[in-house]
Nanobody, 125 residues
Framework: QVQLVESGGRLVQAGDSLRLSCTAS????????MGWFRQAPGKEREFVAA????????HYADSGKGRFTILRDNAKNTLYLQMNSLKPDDTAVYYC??????????????????WGQGTQVTVSS
């Protein structure tokens, strides 16, 4: 089993930056890919960004390209999502996820085996 704990979500203003963190524990040796998803009220959970757990490959949804950066620190078993130029449309609960599948890119919720509890990001206009 893998446990994921997100942190860093809060209320910010449009144009601000925010960094989310996700720390993995447990059987982390089985992780191949990690990702960030988000879910706004009344909407389905959507893919934001993914990264190979080992290696430099990253993949982004169009909504975050040029504004969001997914980073990882393998030594700390931590995944980050650096979000710049935030917009009110970015308001959502952000979830971290881990996948044991080596397939790439991993953009669907069903492809991930483990999920964190989520952290709320609210962007005011």
């Amino acid at each position: 089993q893998v446990q994921l704990v997100e942190s860093g979500g809060r209320l910010v203003q449009a144009g601000d930056s925010l960094r989310l963190s996700c720390t993995a524990s447990g059987l982390t040796f089985g992780i191949k890919n990690m990702g960030w998803f988000r879910q706004a009220p009344g909407k389905e959970r959507e893919f934001v960004a993914a990264a190979r757990w080992f290696g430099g490959m990253t993949h982004y949804a169009d909504s975050g390209k040029g504004r969001f950066t997914i980073l990882r620190d393998n030594a700390k078993n931590t995944l980050y999502l650096q979000m710049n130029s935030l917009k009110p449309d970015d308001t959502a609960v952000y979830y971290c996820a881990a996948a044991g599948s080596p397939l790439w890119p991993v953009v669907t919720t069903s492809s991930y085996n483990y999920w964190g509890q989520g952290t709320q990001v609210t962007v005011s206009s």
